[in-house]
């Protein structure tokens, strides 16, 4: 059984940074694609970051790009979330999640496996 679990949230001020974990296990870790999704109250669950199972390429959303940085450690089954230069609007739950494939992909019904999620509070 796949089991995600997120870190790093918290309370920041606008302009400030934080850095978001996922420690993954359950099956092989490097055989798959990873993703963060974000929700914020009143919304629909969106898409934030991708990288392919082998890091080898990246892709965001538009409203992150530039100032989010997505990574990951197959060694370690892990995947990280670098969020600088944090805006109010990037206040979320943010979810860790598995895709079915080796290739990334933005929508979140291709994802099976999804962590509890970690809350970030940007403040103004």
């Known amino acids: 059984q796949v089991q995600l679990v997120e870190s790093g949230g918290g309370l920041v001020q606008a302009g400030g940074s934080l850095r978001l974990s996922c420690a993954a296990s359950?099956?092989?870790?490097?055989?798959?694609?990873m993703g963060w999704f974000r929700q914020a109250p009143g919304k629909e669950r969106e898409f934030v970051a991708v990288?392919?199972?082998?890091?080898?390429?990246?892709d965001y959303a538009d409203s992150v790009k530039g100032r989010f940085t997505i990574s990951r450690d197959n060694t370690k089954n892990k995947v990280y979330l670098q969020m600088n230069s944090l805006k109010p609007e990037d206040t979320a739950v943010y979810y860790c999640?598995?895709?079915?494939?080796?290739?990334?992909?933005?929508?979140?019904?291709?994802?099976?496996?999804w962590g509890q999620g970690t809350q970030v509070t940007v403040s103004s």
């Open positions: 990288i392919r199972w082998d890091g080898g390429s990246q």
């Open positions: 999640a598995q895709a079915r494939l080796r290739y990334g992909s933005d929508q979140y019904k291709n994802y099976d496996y």
């Open positions: 359950g099956r092989t870790f490097s055989s798959y694609a």
